[in-house]
């Protein structure tokens, strides 16, 4: 099995066991990081919602990130990471919520924030743990080790 379904199969057992639930809100991953949480059966009984908020706007219109704090940190941040991952959680009433923000490529990187540049963040009710990656690769391998990481600080965070 690979470890990305591993991990996601571990979760699954865990937030069921625990009657916990979770919500994401990602970005650069594209969605991907929803489709490991839902690939098992039963997955609703603790996935709740997952949005793919790709653009600025969605991030303050839906996830209430405020547009200053998009400019003044940018949008691939660890304080919008942090903010997406408080929101969904709100938004969604869930005991967990994932926040994902990076730069998957090969398009849009810069010197300060290059192309693999990652915030995740996960929070409950009293934390969030929230973390820079700079992964390499292509557009889809750094998509693949976001997913992988969000589900490693996600079971991290409710182990």
């Not at 557009?139 to 969000?150: G, H, P």
Request: hydrophobic share 45%; glycine share 8%.
């Amino acid at each position: 099995m690979p470890i990305m379904a591993k991990i996601a199969s571990q979760i699954h057992r865990i937030l069921i066991k625990q009657d916990k639930t979770v919500s994401v809100a990602e970005s650069c991953t594209g969605g991907l990081l929803s489709k490991l949480l839902t690939d098992l059966s039963g997955s609703s009984h603790f996935f709740i919602l997952g949005i793919v908020a790709y653009n600025n706007k969605i991030k303050e219109s839906i996830l209430k990130i405020p547009k200053e704090a998009i400019r003044k940190n940018g949008a691939v941040s660890a304080e919008v990471a942090t903010r997406m991952a408080k929101s969904i959680r709100k938004i969604a009433k869930t005991d967990f919520g994932i926040g994902v923000t990076g730069i998957a490529g090969p398009t849009g990187g810069s010197t300060v924030k290059p192309v693999g540049t990652v915030f995740i963040a996960v929070s409950n009710k009293n934390h969030v743990i929230c973390k820079k990656f700079k992964f390499l690769g292509s557009r889809n391998s750094i998509r693949n080790k976001s997913s992988l990481n969000a589900l490693k600080l996600l079971l991290a965070l409710i182990s």
